[in-house]
């Protein structure tokens, strides 16, 4: 049985590294990115 969070699962592929997040399904990533590519380590 599928459990229901509001989150989608993203793995983030930057040159140096690869960081697997939960995010909101409700958010654009657009609205996410500055902190995906900090997370990523390319900010």
């Not at 930057?14 to 500055?34: G, K, W």
């Not at 902190?35 to 900010?43: I, K, R, V």
């Amino acid at each position: 049985m599928a459990v229901l969070t509001g989150l989608a699962k993203v793995t983030i592929s930057a040159p140096q590294r690869r960081v697997d997040v939960a995010l909101p399904e409700q958010v654009p990533v657009a609205e996410l990115l500055p902190e995906l590519l900090s997370l990523a380590g390319e900010a």
